[in-house]
T-cell receptor, first 107, second 116 residues
Framework: TQLLEQSPQFLSIQEGENLTVYCNSSSVFSSLQWYRQEPGEGPVLLVTVVTGGEVKKLKRLTFQFGDARKDSSLHITAAQPGDTGLYLC???????FGAGTRLFVKA | EAQVTQNPRYLITVTGKKLTVTCSQNMNHEYMSWYRQDPGLGLRQIYY???????DKGDVPEGYKVSRKEKRNFPLILESPSPNQTSLYFC???????????????FGPGTRLLVL
């Protein structure tokens, strides 16, 4: 059974700080996706990483797929209050999700 | 506007009273799925459908039924709801094809269900 473990589960930081969220598995994934979910809404796709070692950037967000395609990370530079939300990684044929990292950025 | 709609958005019911949550998408997507979201557990897939009349179980199908008679609709049926089905439910859709693993899933706004 494929599992995705995210860490940390909760993160509270000051505006301007940097942070990294991790998504780990013992299984190999053909691709991994990162979603962001805000209260009262469904998850929205941020990025899909496909190739081992791949790095994708979305403004202040940097996503990396591990060389062995078993893990991924999300790095946010100079976090802003607007980055507050639940960040989810997902992957697999039936699309399994990690439990999520709840990020709170204080102004 | 491309979207996935769910109804109702909020529902309070009692144990054993059958209910249906509707899901509809206007993007002509082949793939549709239902998830439930519980604190600390993330989203878990209940059922999915790769096309009309093609459905399969996800990770937590017990107590749920689905049907896919039309491409745009994918209702979730709880024949005899129980309190442990109290949760936040999401419907999602995406294209299905050669690059299915990379297709963007579009999620509905969610249905919050409370079973007393």
């Amino acid at each position: 059974t494929q599992l995705l473990e995210q860490s940390p589960q909760f993160l509270s930081i000051q505006e301007g700080e940097n942070l990294t969220v991790y998504c780990n598995s013992s299984s190999v994934f053909s691709s991994l996706q990162w979603y962001r979910q805000e209260p009262g809404e469904g998850p929205v796709l941020l990025v899909t990483v496909v190739t081992g070692g791949e790095v994708k950037k979305l403004k202040r967000l940097t996503f990396q797929f591990g060389d062995a395609r078993k893990d991924s990370s999300l790095h946010i530079t100079a976090a802003q209050p607007g980055d507050t939300g639940l960040y989810l990684c997902a992957g697999g044929f039936k699309t399994i999700f990690g439990a999520g990292t709840r990020l709170f950025v204080k102004a | 506007e491309a979207q996935v709609t769910q109804n109702p958005r909020y529902l309070i019911t009692v144990t054993g009273k059958k209910l249906t949550v509707t899901c509809s998408q206007n993007m002509n997507h082949e793939y549709m799925s239902w998830y439930r979201q519980d604190p600390g557990l993330g989203l878990r897939q209940i059922y999915y459908s790769m096309n009309v009349e093609v459905t399969d179980k996800g990770d937590v199908p017990e107590g749920y039924k689905v049907s896919r008679k039309e491409k745009r609709n994918f209702p979730l049926i709880l024949e005899s709801p129980s309190p442990n089905q109290t949760s936040l439910y999401f419907c999602a859709s995406s294209k299905w094809g050669e690059q299915e693993a990379r297709s963007t899933q579009y999620f509905g706004p969610g249905t919050r269900l409370l079973v007393l």
